[in-house]
């Protein structure tokens, strides 16, 4: 069916929108709106409908209570020159490290291990690693607050003293809360990266790393020729995730340290909370939470393309 | 029962024409077999006929019914599908009774046909069974089951034996020829197998690149070619083809092609026009018989032996060939002279 | 290296990290059991006391909390799945005017965080008088569910044969019937992965319930246990009590459903 399916199938696309005197009778038309509808409608209501609002009022200087006045792009250009939010970006930036590349770098590192080994019992250690990802990040926040908690009360306080390490108030240290609160980051997300390339490891032909060796590849060759290469589908998918968590984090900066201290551990997500219902800057949170999504789209069309033309 | 009427149909889709002109007549109660290469059109046809696929020009009629516009459903049709389409997650008896339920039929009568339906087929003891358990044999004779049991004017089938091995194949091909002369339902039956075509239908349809190259009986087909595509496509081992020029013959007709059967190609004696001298190319022995492909000049004959032969490739052969056993073909249109 | 120490290698790294994954969850449950009051800090253990759960449920009134998340997550999910396998039947099987359009629109929904529409959402409904109610926190997940349910079930209805498509509407089955009664079946497990991520990232939601929930008495478990947490910050076991029961439902599913959980976050689920 090859030569003639070819151009049925191209044609088939091209129709397949619907346009008139292409339908065989019988086939669900206009029907098909109808099933759309309810999704649509509750869709476009509490999503499209927000996300232009959204837009409108980023070009308002108001403060949620009384009449507001024009700003045009002023909120957006404030992402550059306040001092706030640039520290978010900043820190957002930092905070990828965290949850993006270093849950990478663990997975890439087991990958690179069990490349040719077959591993039994994956779906019992899948289990375990995938648990942090599905505990709320609330609840995630909170038991590392318990972890980080200063004095010698705190888990980590205490472990380090076995090991003669002093104490640190992990969450109140200026430059101690940021890397404290990635690490958290890291912990929830390690999982999802581990599987993700142990899975797409094992996928790799043994004849491929067979071939390298035989070429008189060694270890790290062998994994910069094989496995990297061969992993490019899981790891965009691996980074496209994490880091579009690691820019929607508000619950764990809210809960952990609120974005202190100072503005040490704000992050975007977290500018929008404060400056819409603590500040009474309403137009510039918008303004922050659109800036956010442009920079999840560009993200995660960024990694795909990359990902696609590698390919 | 009715009979099928295809009257200049074609099938665009963008700037393909997968099916041009098509007009063809089925009559009541016929085995009509769609007959063609991948591409030929011959399931685009089909799908018109079922509903399935909208009508780029031309009409379809079934019975006195011009049926373009008409839904599936109302066209009083059955149709077998290549993978089956069995419902998988329905018994056997629940998928033979579908359509019957859809339409309504009181529940006494949908007994009685499925349970008739599957006596005919053999399935009685897989009434309760789902596809899934279910062999390749067994679940296209449900497939065939679903349609018998509708009862309708008429039954399409689309490559319904392709999935199935070759014996079975065989074996089934019979049944379903058995089964369409008990019902004597008009039958449009699809498949890219001329030995298939050729053993099944009451007329044939040789369809190439969207048009009806021929139709007739299986008789017509291999004694009249109409062209020289049909006369290649019919007939196992194929037709050879060549010139008089090639081989070195002078035949009538001059610069025509000529086609030949391998049964009228034969080791050299008294009767026959030659003697050709050529080299074996390849030995087919089957046994009973022996096909051996010569090459002559430039062109390839297949001689046709009975019993052993005891040829090997290279070596040199004498052979002639029976007059009334050639086809004459215009070099440039392909037409039979 | 050889095959073999590789492997093992490889199952030391898996077995170190696993442990790594689940030291603050053990943590986190030797706490709640710890004697109430107790100075023992998080990971030490003491014996098992049951005790801070019930004061947690009854004092922290968390048994408030969880109705409130059950209404919440119930509803979202229900219906969201409802509506998805809707919309995704017409994209996935079905052939209509500027279906693309409208696809690629869900698509754009999907990668939407919340935070970008929780202020127009909040100030909108607040003019509607809709905030601090249910409805406040079921009609948005409603609609990000929506995104992500019915790119899943239109991914999922591609993979169906057109033929059965066909044969159901050869025999007469209208297409809703078709849907439901022939095609639904099969899909089962595709439906109950979206089911089990849905109630997951809607039980686990907080910024939009800390945005729009003032009242006490509607307060879902995320939002219940800041507020405790606010309240009790000395008080370890009791907090660490509080956070079990929040975090145990979905625990719970995710132990029986696991597979269903992980294949739906492998899928390149980007939502939550």
């Not at chain 2, 007549?25 to 079922?50: H, N, Q, Y």
């Not at chain 2, 049991?149 to 008429?154: D, G, I, W, Y």
């Not at chain 3, 990971?43 to 969880?66: I, P």
Request: glycine residues 10%; charged residues 20%.
């Amino acid at each position: 069916m090859a030569v003639a399916a070819a151009p049925l199938e191209a044609a088939g696309a091209a129709s397949r929108d619907g346009s008139p005197g292409e339908r065989p009778p019988g086939e669900p038309r206009l029907v098909g709106y109808l099933y759309l509808l309810p999704a649509f409608a509750v869709f476009a209501g509490f999503v499209l409908y927000p996300l232009y609002r959204a837009a409108y009022i980023s070009l308002w200087d108001w403060d949620g209570l009384t009449a507001g006045t024009w700003a045009g792009l002023d909120n957006y250009a404030e992402v550059f020159t306040d001092e706030a939010l640039r520290s978010a970006f900043v820190h957002a930036l930092i905070l990828l490290l965290f949850y993006a590349v270093l849950p990478l770098l663990i997975g890439l590192l087991l990958a690179g291990v069990m490349a040719r080994a077959r591993v039994r019992g994956l779906a019992l250690f899948r289990a375990i690693l995938f648990l942090p990802q599905v505990i709320a990040m609330v609840v995630v926040a909170l038991m590392w607050k318990m972890i980080y908690q200063p004095g010698e009360d705190g888990a980590l306080n205490r472990i380090l003293g076995w090991f003669g390490i002093e104490g640190r108030s992990w969450l109140g240290d200026f430059n101690l809360a940021l890397p404290s609160v990635g690490l958290v980051g890291t912990y929830v997300y390690f999982g999802l990266a581990m599987v993700l390339l142990t899975a797409g490891v094992q996928k790799i032909p043994t004849s491929l790393y067979d071939a390298a060796r035989v070429d008189g590849a060694g270890p790290f060759r062998e994994f910069l020729a094989v496995t990297l290469p061969g992993l490019r589908g899981e790891i965009a998918v691996a980074l496209t995730l994490t880091t579009i968590y690691a820019l929607r984090n508000f619950d764990l900066v809210y809960i952990t340290t609120h974005g202190g201290p100072g503005n040490a551990t704000t992050v975007p997500a977290f500018q929008v909370f404060s400056r819409a219902f603590e500040s009474g800057q309403v137009g510039s949170a918008a303004a922050v939470g659109i800036t956010l999504t442009l920079i999840i789209f560009v993200i995660s069309l960024g990694i795909n393309r990359l990902a696609e033309r590698s390919a | 029962m009715a009979e099928v009427r295809f009257e200049k149909v074609g099938k665009r889709y963008g700037t393909v024409d997968a099916v041009r002109d098509f007009t063809l007549e089925i009559v009541d109660g016929e085995f009509m077999v769609l007959v063609g290469p991948s591409g030929s059109g011959k399931t685009t046809a089909l799908r018109m006929l079922a509903g399935l696929e909208a009508i780029t020009s031309g009409s379809i009629f079934i019975g006195d019914r011009e049926v373009n516009q008409v839904a599936p459903r109302e066209r009083d049709i059955a149709m077998v599908f290549q993978d089956y389409a069995l419902y998988p997650q329905m018994t056997v008896f629940d998928n033979l009774a579908f359509g019957l339920r859809r339409r309504k039929v009181p529940s006494a009568d949908i007994k009685r046909r499925v349970e008739e339906a599957a006596r005919v087929l053999d399935l009685g003891a897989l009434l309760q069974r789902r596809p899934g358990q279910l062999s390749g044999g067994q679940a296209q004779r449900v497939a065939l089951g679903r349609a018998l049991v509708r009862e309708p004017q008429v039954f399409l089938m689309d490559e319904p034996l392709s999935n199935l091995d070759a014996k079975l194949r065989t074996q089934t091909r019979g049944e379903i020829r058995r089964l369409q002369l008990q019902v004597r339902t008009t039958t449009v039956y699809v498949t890219h197998d001329q030995v298939e075509a050729m053993t099944m239908g009451d007329r044939i349809a040789v369809m190439n690149d969207g048009v009806l190259e021929q139709v007739g009986t299986p008789e017509e087909l291999y004694e009249r070619p109409a062209n020289r595509f049909v006369a290649g496509f019919i007939g196992s081992p194929a037709m050879s083809f060549f010139t008089g020029e090639e081989v070195g013959l002078t035949l009538p007709r001059n610069g025509a092609v000529v086609g030949v059967r391998p049964e009228h190609v034969r080791p050299w004696r008294e009767g026959l026009i030659g003697p050709l001298r050529g080299r074996v190319a390849f030995v087919e022995a089957l046994g009973r018989e022996t096909f051996v492909g010569v090459d002559v000049g430039e062109a390839r004959l297949v001689v046709f032996e009975e019993g052993r032969a005891a040829h090997d490739v290279g070596d040199e052969i004498e052979f002639g060939l029976v007059e009334s056993g050639l086809r004459y073909f215009s070099a440039e249109s392909g037409a039979a002279l | 290296m050889t095959s073999r120490a590789e492997q093992s290698l490889g199952y030391v790294i898996l077995g170190l990290f696993s442990l790594i994954a689940l030291l603050p969850i053990v943590g986190i449950l030797f706490t709640a059991l710890q004697e109430p009051g107790g100075l023992a800090a998080f990971g030490t253990f003491d014996g098992l006391h049951f005790e801070n759960f019930k004061t947690a449920w009854e004092e922290g009134n968390f048994g408030s909390y969880l109705k409130s998340s059950v209404i919440v997550s119930v509803s979202v999910v229900a219906v969201a799945v409802l509506l998805s396998i809707m919309a995704g039947y017409a994209f996935g099987l079905m052939r209509f005017r500027g279906s693309t359009v409208l696809f690629y629109l869900f698509l754009l929904g999907l990668m939407v965080p919340t935070e970008a529409i929780i202020v127009p959402l909040y100030y909108d409904l607040r003019e509607l008088k809709l905030t601090n109610t249910y409805w406040a926190l079921i009609l948005p997940q409603i609609a990000t569910s929506v995104a992500f349910g019915t790119y899943w079930m239109r991914t999922y209805f591609r993979t169906v044969p057109r033929s059965l498509v066909e044969a159901a509407r050869l025999d007469g089955a209208s297409s809703w019937f078709t849907l439901w009664r022939v095609l639904l079946p099969l899909a089962r497990p595709a439906v109950l992965t979206m089911t089990v991520l849905l109630f997951m990232w809607t039980w686990n939601e907080f910024l939009l319930a800390l945005v729009m929930v003032s009242d006490e008495g509607l307060r879902t478990a995320p939002l219940g246990l800041s507020f405790f947490q606010g309240r009790n910050t000395s008080e370890l076991s009791l907090m660490a009590a509080a956070s079990v029961i929040v975090a145990l439902p979905v625990v719970i599913v995710y132990v029986f459903l696991q597979r269903h959980f992980i294949r739906g976050m492998l899928a390149g689920a980007v939502k939550g």
